[in-house]
């Protein structure tokens, strides 16, 4: 069997993952022969969004570890991890030293990476320089892949779904009417939500026929119920909060507007080609995809409460026609 090329991606979110999908795959093609093997946190739900993605082969989880000795842990189990994997080379997508570390104790020698801080001691060059440490993880990976003379086509993520997942989804929710909103309500953190208020606001204002799915949290199902669905109180209103992350993200590919808050359902939602409006209070808006239409509060109140929901009514206006009949075709 051929040993195989593993890439590193330390990063724990479903939006990360979604914005290294096409160096992923440049990779893959460049250095992998077509796939290669993703080593990744679990909190990306790579196994399930990936598993229709032909440059990935298969995706193993990396450790994340807590507590004394962390590092000295991480260290240990990924050096496991890279021993029953047996790569030909390693390349990892960030500054990290405990996967390169591991993979040279193996006598992997082709162990790539950025080389920022004391990762430079393990990684074969070229690398990039300092004054790139800080600057977004994106330009990051756009420096070191020109540095590797590895084209990368598109910064679209073109997240590839099963054609059977979509239809299971389609088929599940076909009665309903058009068109279909996602409300992506949920995020890592309070400061990054708009209120349940402005989304109630939302639905209110769009007096027309269509159906909005509200996802939010596996643990945020009875707190929606309670504070968006009944408030809403409409039978096109559908709290979809259970969902598998998979599941979601088929849905969401078969709407035709997705509207939430910056997590990673909403990059997920532009990953998979869907109109996106996404808003930002705290982080800066992401203006790096042709699906994301971002919203932010003004520059003197960095809240989500800034955000007007008469501005989300007006660009979602813009964006779709509130007039289609119940789904009856792709």
Same mark, same amino acid.
């Given at each position: 069997m051929?040993?195989?090329?593993?890439?590193?991606?330390?990063?724990?979110?479903?939006?990360?993952?979604?914005?290294?999908?096409?160096?992923?795959r440049? +990779?893959?093609?460049?250095?992998?022969?077509?796939?290669?093997?993703? =080593?990744?946190? &679990?909190?990306?739900?790579?196994?399930?969004?990936?598993?229709?993605?032909?440059?990935?082969?298969?995706?193993?989880?990396?450790?994340?570890?807590?507590?004394?000795?962390?590092?000295? &842990?991480?260290?240990?189990?990924?050096?496991?991890?890279?021993?029953?994997?047996?790569?030909?080379?390693?390349?990892?997508?960030d500054?990290?030293?405990?996967?390169?570390?591991?993979?040279? =104790?193996?006598?992997?020698?082709?162990?790539?990476?950025?080389? +920022?801080?004391?990762?430079?001691?393990?990684?074969?060059?070229?690398? +990039?320089?300092?004054?790139?440490?800080?600057a977004?993880?994106?330009?990051?990976?756009?420096?070191?892949?020109? *540095?590797?003379?590895?084209p990368?086509?598109? #910064?679209?993520?073109?997240?590839?779904?099963?054609?059977? #997942?979509?239809?299971?989804?389609?088929?599940?929710?076909?009665a309903?009417?058009?068109?279909?909103?996602?409300?992506?309500?949920?995020?890592?953190?309070?400061? /990054? /939500?708009?209120?349940?208020?402005?989304?109630?606001? +939302?639905?209110?204002?769009?007096?027309?026929?269509?159906?909005?799915?509200?996802?939010?949290? =596996?643990?945020?199902?009875?707190?929606?119920?309670?504070?968006?669905?009944?408030?809403?109180?409409?039978?096109?209103v559908?709290?979809?909060?259970?969902?598998?992350?998979a599941?979601?993200?088929?849905?969401?590919?078969?709407?035709?507007?997705?509207?939430?808050?910056?997590?990673?359902?909403? %990059?997920?939602?532009?990953?998979?080609?869907? %109109?996106?409006?996404?808003?930002?209070?705290?982080?800066?808006?992401?203006?790096?995809? %042709?699906?994301?239409?971002?919203?932010?509060?003004s *520059? %003197?109140?960095?809240?989500?409460?800034?955000?007007?929901?008469?501005?989300?009514?007006?660009?979602?206006?813009? =964006?779709?026609?509130?007039? /289609?009949?119940?789904?009856t075709?792709?």
């Amino acid at each position: 069997m051929t040993r195989p090329v593993v890439i590193y991606h330390p990063h724990p979110g479903v939006g990360d993952l979604m914005w290294h999908l096409p160096f992923i795959r440049a +990779l893959a093609k460049s250095r992998g022969d077509g796939s290669i093997t993703l =080593l990744t946190r &679990r909190t990306t739900h790579a196994h399930s969004l990936l598993a229709a993605e032909s440059s990935v082969a298969r995706v193993e989880y990396a450790p994340y570890v807590s507590g004394p000795l962390r590092h000295a &842990r991480e260290l240990f189990i990924t050096l496991a991890t890279l021993r029953r994997l047996r790569p030909r080379a390693l390349w990892i997508l960030d500054k990290i030293s405990r996967p390169a570390i591991a993979a040279r =104790l193996l006598g992997v020698r082709d162990v790539f990476g950025f080389g +920022l801080g004391s990762q430079v001691r393990w990684v074969r060059g070229p690398t +990039l320089p300092d004054d790139l440490r800080d600057a977004h993880q994106i330009d990051k990976l756009q420096a070191f892949f020109k *540095q590797h003379d590895i084209p990368v086509p598109s #910064q679209e993520p073109l997240l590839v779904l099963s054609s059977t #997942q979509i239809d299971a989804q389609r088929d599940h929710f076909r009665a309903y009417p058009r068109p279909w909103v996602m409300l992506g309500v949920g995020a890592r953190n309070l400061a /990054r /939500r708009w209120p349940s208020e402005s989304f109630c606001a +939302l639905i209110e204002r769009v007096d027309a026929a269509g159906t909005w799915f509200v996802l939010g949290g =596996l643990d945020e199902f009875d707190a929606i119920e309670r504070d968006i669905v009944a408030r809403a109180a409409s039978s096109r209103v559908v709290n979809i909060s259970h969902a598998k992350m998979a599941d979601a993200a088929a849905l969401v590919s078969a709407c035709d507007l997705f509207i939430g808050n910056d997590s990673g359902p909403m %990059n997920v939602a532009a990953a998979v080609g869907t %109109n996106t409006i996404g808003l930002f209070g705290v982080t800066p808006a992401l203006t790096r995809s %042709n699906f994301i239409h971002p919203l932010s509060s003004s *520059q %003197n109140n960095r809240r989500m409460e800034g955000i007007a929901v008469e501005d989300v009514t007006e660009s979602a206006s813009r =964006l779709l026609a509130f007039d /289609r009949p119940p789904c009856t075709s792709p």
